[in-house]
């Protein structure tokens, strides 16, 4: 099964209320994207961005919200990149320890990230991002 397939299980089983296959039960995809955007030490997709090249993970990033492949992500530089603070946040909220949060996240961000930004771009100021994490899991549903 390809990232994508994988990711799209996972966010298939999160919109419809069951567990995926490897993920912790108590964990919604769609609510721990929006978790750590909305997180305020993250402060939305821009912030995200900024973190990574804070970090100098720019270009990490860059390949995600790019048109060419992901650049891959290990789970201490997620760690890294989000901080102690919002990592042990989600984990105290999804029952589970940081490195599984940051393990998930390093996981599924990367192509949550590319599929947000089809264009190369990220969504503008002002995006309602759960719908659009909403209409990339409906359209994961019509394959």
């Known amino acids: 099964m390809g ?3 994988s990711l799209a299980s996972q966010v298939l089983g999160s919109l419809s209320g069951q567990a995926s296959q490897g993920t912790p ?5 769609i609510g721990l994207v ?3 955007l909305n997180h305020p030490q993250v402060g939305g997709l821009s912030g995200l961005v900024k973190a ?5 993970l720019g270009q990490v ?11 891959p992500i290990s789970a ?3 760690a890294a990149v ?3 603070e919002p990592l042990r946040d989600l984990a105290r909220q999804a029952g589970t320890s ?28 002002g995006s309602d991002l759960p719908a659009l994490l909403g209409n990339l899991a409906a359209g994961w549903l019509k394959r």
Do not use: R, Y
């Open 3 to 5: 990232l994508l397939d």
């Open 25 to 29: 039960a108590t964990t919604d995809l």
């Open 34 to 36: 929006m978790q750590v």
């Open 52 to 56: 990574f090249e804070d970090k100098g």
């Open 61 to 71: 990033i860059g390949s995600w919200v790019g048109t060419g492949a992901n650049l």
């Open 76 to 78: 201490n530089q997620i």
């Open 82 to 84: 989000l901080g102690e």
């Open 98 to 125: 940081p490195d599984q949060q940051a393990s998930l996240l390093s996981e599924v961000l990367p192509g949550l990230i590319d599929q947000l930004s089809p264009k190369g771009a990220l969504p503008g100021p």
